[in-house]
């Protein structure tokens, strides 16, 4: 069982960084990072297959956010730079259950879900 946490959530500027970790993930899976921003359906993020060698971005965030991941650590991250007002949201890590589970930015391809972190961008 692949219990996620998630953590490094705040409140930034526009403009600003943040690293969001998702610890306790496990090597050979895939794991994706998704976000809700209130009165909105949770959108796909980015995802970076089981080697860490693929990596996907929704447009939205491509050249600004990069996915990572420590196996040593079991632990995956989102560092997110040029933080902009439309990317504040709760963010969600996910992983899939099957070993050298490949990308997927659709929601349903992941078993387990972390329970979020709050990132609030301010003007």
């Known amino acids: 069982q692949v219990q996620l946490v998630e953590s490094g959530g705040g409140l930034v500027q526009a403009g600003d960084s943040l690293r969001l970790s998702c610890g306790r993930t496990s090597s050979l899976i895939a794991i994706g990072w998704f976000r809700q921003a209130p009165g909105k359906e949770r959108e796909f993020v980015a995802a970076i297959n089981w080697s860490g060698i693929t990596r996907l971005y929704a447009p939205s965030v491509k050249d600004r956010f990069t996915i990572s991941r420590d196996d040593a650590k079991n632990t995956a991250y989102l560092q997110m730079n040029s933080l902009k007002l439309g990317d504040t949201a709760v963010y969600y890590c996910?992983?899939?259950?099957?070993?050298?589970?490949?990308?997927?930015?659709?929601?349903?391809?992941?078993?387990?879900w972390g329970q979020g972190t709050q990132v609030t961008v301010s003007s």
């Open positions: 996910a992983a899939q259950s099957a070993k050298f589970s490949r990308v997927e930015s659709d929601a349903a391809k992941y078993d387990y």
